[in-house]
């Protein structure tokens, strides 16, 4: 386990999630912090903080030491802040962002390297956000079954979770393809790279097999092992790695009122 000089680094799990203490997100941080978060990220896969005070500037500026920021393909950003999108969830709602478990806009040609969620209201009780290690999900497949999936790709469609939420946008929704299973830029660790959000069907096979193949994944990926479970306070902000987990909005609050703001960090083509 690396040592951080620049950053308090709690694991939350030895396998997914670590907590960051003593850390102002709202003011400039320095070279060494913020090269440090780079590689917790990337280690622990998500990162959670308490506490924080983020302006829509600081929230940007924060997500631009990680990269650009991304323009969210299928959901419109704030109308003065195009790159923040809001979550927000009460008792009118009909859906949430993220109810099933899914990586970000896998549909994209360069996926996200992950989004920064600060979440300034939340429910009483609830809202939780589960995330899972994709990469730990791979590494607990069978040899059998890396060497089947070896050089494979799935296609990864935006238009039927978009059209549905948005029937009156006229717009074309991205389709893209991707290796099922992709290597991590930083780490090098492999993870399983489909999602049931997402993710239509592996090419090359028949339905009845990417299905059977799709859905003998999911149950595996699904194992509360490969899991840490967020439990929301009032400021807190939540920063996954979408190169190798999924995540998943628990909706067990309605009609109370779940608010906040996402901003996503640009990423690179799988390989
Ligand atoms: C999302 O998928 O970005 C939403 C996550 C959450 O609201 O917990």
Redesign the pocket.
Known sequence: MTTYEAIDVRPVTRRIGAEILGIDLSRPLSNHQAAELRDALAHHQVLFFRDQNLSHDAHKAFGRLFGELAIHSGVPGLPDHPEI?A?H?DETSKF????SF?S?LTCDAEPPLG?I?Y?PIVPESG???VFASMAWAYETLSDKMKAYLEGMTAVHDADHVYRPLFPDVDKKYPCSTHPIVRTHPVTGRKSIFVNPSYTTKIVGVEKEESDAILNYLYRHCMNPNFQVR?R?RANSV?FWDNRGTW????WDYFPDT?S?F?VTVAGDKPF
């Open positions: 999108v979550i969830a949430v962002a993220g109810e899914h970000d989004s969620l979440m809202g939780d956000t967020f929301w939540a995540h998943q909005a628990i779940r906040g996402r």
